[in-house]
């Protein structure tokens, strides 16, 4: 099994900056996409950003060039570095990420997810 913990979220004031961190752990032999979703309330889950082990990074158009999505392959830990918050970046945020574990079975596995709310 692949267990993901995210940290890092929390409240701010629109403007300002919070940095997520997601940690793999377990029978991991490779991971492939790591990616950070978001749900708010009443709203369904969207993928925020990804990033390929290669380096090769997506992100949801309202978040350009105010997010940053970078990884640490030999920690197995992503991060998303969150800038110019605003009150509508507000929800619950959750890491994902997919590869093959020892085995080589492939796995895709989900944070628990971390509370990001940014006040006006």
């Known amino acids: 099994q692949v267990q993901l913990v995210e940290s890092g979220g929390g409240l701010v004031q629109a403007g300002g900056s919070l940095r997520l961190s997601c940690a793999a752990s377990?029978?991991?032999?490779?991971?492939?996409?790591m990616g950070w979703y978001r749900q708010a309330p009443g709203k369904q889950r969207e993928l925020v950003a990804d990033?390929?082990?290669?380096?090769?990074?997506s992100y949801l158009d309202s978040v350009k060039g105010r997010f940053t999505i970078s990884r640490d392959n030999a920690k197995n830990t992503v991060y998303l570095q969150m800038n110019s918050l605003k009150p509508e970046d507000t929800a619950l945020y959750y890491c994902?990420?997919?590869?093959?574990?020892?085995?080589?079975?492939?796995?895709?596995?989900w944070g628990q997810g971390t509370q990001v709310t940014v006040s006006s």
């Open positions: 990033i390929t082990s290669g380096g090769n990074t």
């Open positions: 377990g029978s991991i032999f490779s991971i492939n996409a």
């Open positions: 994902k990420a997919a590869g093959r574990e020892v085995l080589r079975f492939p796995f895709e596995s």
